[in-house]
C-alpha cells in the first residue's frame, strides 16, 4: 500500500488572480496619469517657445523698421500675408489666445503672455505661468 500524499492542485487560486489583476489595474493607471502630466508639461512648453517666437518676430520687425523700444505696434503687424505668422497663433494647452503688448518691450520683456493658464486653473499661481523663467535674453 502506497502512502497518500496531498499534492496541491495546479493553478493559480482565484484570489491570487485577483492580486494579480489588481496590480496590473494600478500600474496601468498609474501610466495614465504620468501620460497626462507629460503631455500637459509638452503643452506649456510649446507654449513658451511660440511666446519665444513672438519676441524674434518683434525684434525682427523693430529692426527691419528702425522702430525703438516704446514705439507703437499691432497685432496686425503680425498676422496676415507676408507676415511672421500667417494664421492666428493659439495656446497648445487649452487653446488659448496670447495678449500682445501695443507697443515694442524694452530688453528683458516679453512681448506675448498666455492668456490661458489663469483660465484653467483659475489661480494666479506663478509656477503655472506659461512664461520663461529668465527673461533677459529677450
Known amino acids: 500500500m502506497t502512502p497518500h500524499t496531498h499534492s496541491r492542485p ?4 482565484l484570489i491570487e488572480l485577483a492580486v494579480v489583476i489588481s496590480m496590473l489595474l494600478s500600474l496601468i493607471s498609474a501610466l495614465f496619469i504620468s501620460a497626462k502630466y507629460y503631455k500637459e508639461a509638452a503643452d506649456k512648453s510649446s507654449c513658451i517657445t511660440q511666446i519665444s517666437q513672438f519676441q524674434k518676430a518683434v525684434r525682427t520687425y523693430q529692426n527691419l523698421n ?9 497685432s496686425s503687424d503680425f498676422y496676415g500675408e507676408d507676415k511672421p505668422y500667417r494664421v492666428k497663433v493659439f495656446c497648445p494647452l487649452g487653446g488659448g489666445d496670447y495678449n500682445l503688448l501695443e507697443e515694442i518691450p524694452s530688453s528683458g520683456v516679453a512681448f506675448a503672455t498666455c492668456a490661458e493658464y489663469n483660465a484653467l486653473n483659475g489661480s494666479k499661481d506663478p509656477s503655472q505661468a506659461h512664461t520663461s523663467a529668465n527673461l533677459s535674453g529677450w
Open 10 to 13: 495546479r493553478g493559480a487560486t
Open 66 to 74: 528702425s522702430l525703438a523700444n516704446g514705439d507703437s505696434i499691432s
